[in-house]
């Protein structure tokens, strides 16, 4: 089976521009998630979708991140105004099915520099 | 709230020896899970091993096995006759089964970089 398709691949920018990263998850999974992963750290939840319905945001800064899920599949991560702070590894994941136990499977991630 | 704790930046093991990764967690919940992820250089986040809270043996995958102590909060991760291509980035997770009916989103610890030196 394919797996979940991240683009760009990488991404640099100028602070206070905008930038968006698109994902596709694997064919039939309804739960997909953008992960923030700063060099050096481990991957930190931004968003998750349950279909297209948004189930956790909580760490994602609203007034400058939004993200969305239309019609349950592809989903688009955006950044407006871009701080140099959020220069990180932006991951997009999938599942299929929402157990305790379900892995969840990642793309290659998107790489975004903001100078 | 849950936390994951990994204490090594930096591990290296010779060819073919055993290595073990450290990962304690916190949780209040007695329904949980965890995993093991493998982050090579090219950034692609690889699962590797899951452990339920309930399971009574540890898991194993090929070379990879969990050691669970419950009592402890810990579940390191055994890697048996390390290879060249397991240096990466290791990093231990958990999710825990929520009160709420849902589940608890997946959260990492900071990683352990592992290098295998032939």
């Known amino acids: 089976e394919a797996g979940v398709a991240q683009s760009p691949r990488y991404k640099i920018i100028e602070k206070r521009q905008s930038v968006a990263f698109w994902c596709n998850p694997i064919s039939g999974h309804a739960t997909l998630y953008w992960y923030q992963q700063i060099l050096g750290q481990g991957p930190k939840l931004l968003i998750q979708?349950?279909?297209?319905?948004?189930?956790?945001d909580s760490q994602l800064p609203k007034d400058r991140f939004s993200a969305e899920r239309l019609k349950g599949v592809d989903s688009t991560l955006k950044i407006q105004p871009a701080k140099l702070e959020d220069s990180a590894v932006y991951l997009c994941a999938s599942s299929d099915i929402e157990g305790l136990d379900s892995p969840l499977h990642f793309g290659n991630g998107t790489r975004l520099t903001v100078t | 709230a849950q936390k994951i704790t990994q204490t090594q930046p930096g591990m290296f093991v010779q060819e073919k020896e055993a290595v073990t990764l450290d990962c304690t967690y916190d949780t209040s919940d007695p329904s949980y899970g965890l995993f093991w992820y493998k982050q090579p250089s090219s950034g692609e986040m690889i699962f590797l091993i899951y452990?339920?809270?309930?399971?009574?043996q540890n898991a194993t995958e090929g070379r990879y096995s969990l050691n669970f102590q419950k009592a402890r909060k810990s579940a390191n991760l055994v890697i048996s006759a390390s290879q060249l291509g397991d240096s990466a980035m290791y990093f231990c997770a958990m999710r825990e089964g929520g009160f709420s009916g849902g589940y608890n989103k997946l959260i990492f610890g900071a990683g352990t970089r592992l290098a295998v030196h032939p």
């Open positions: 979708f349950q279909n297209n319905g948004v189930v956790d």
């Open positions: 452990q339920g809270s309930y399971d009574q």
